[in-house]
């Protein structure tokens, strides 16, 4: 089954497909798409280079130089990240979200939604990071070991027992490399370096947020958007509106 969606702006229309292979944020898109949710709001945030993004339900309406990005629907969705499967090329369709530090699970929010648009990269870009993305793996895991031993650390530094820590701590390096090991290095499929290295998008949101369609057709109107010019807040100067309908599904 496919489902496409036809994203109506003053720019033009975007024509966008949704996956399956995330059901819960397909779902919620046809159901507020149908319901008229969306019938009004801006494109209230424009980065060029990067994204634009809309679904805030305050923003219809909205008088010059009022903030958005905060509205939404009282719920949020589970994260459905699909990666590597499913990644931020150019036209991917994603759900916006709170930072990790609010949000750690990083739930999606119920209505907002952003198109990438991004930039292509040199194949020696996304070796570095790659080797980025092996740190942080790194980081993450030696972090999550910390947590599970809060208790004895700080008993040890209370003792201030400075050869146990040393030993725990070397310990903790140890066990975070094993872990690693089996983890494997993050690497980018030859899919996703085809992808960026030709057609564009924004790699480090990969695994960060979730990606649940793509754009079929206009990407010329994605581009013009991206293009606007914007004032504060990255809200742009002429109001960019949309309706969105539902196409058809097709089994």
Known sequence: MATRLKIKTTEG?????????TPQHRDNFIKLAT???YDGTLFHRVIKDFMIQGGDPDSKGAPKGKMLGSGGPAYTLPAEMVYPQLFH???A????????EVNPKRESSGSQFYIVWGKTYKP???KQMERQMEMQQEQTVFNDLTKAHHAEIMDLRRSR?????????????????MRCKTMGKPTFTPEQVEAYTTLGGTPFLDNQYTVFGEVEQGLDVVERIQNCDTMRGDRPKVDIT????VMAVVN
């Open 35 to 37: 319901e008229g949710y």
């Open 93 to 100: 369709l994603s759900a916006a979200r709170l930072g990790d």
């Open 161 to 177: 027992n400075r050869e146990g820590l040393q030993v725990l701590q070397d310990q903790l390096i140890e066990e975070t490399k």
């Open 13 to 21: 229309d975007i024509l966008v497909k949704l996956y399956d292979e």
């Open 89 to 91: 090329k150019r036209g």
């Open 124 to 126: 020696s870009e996304l």
């Open 242 to 245: 949309m309706h969105i309908e």
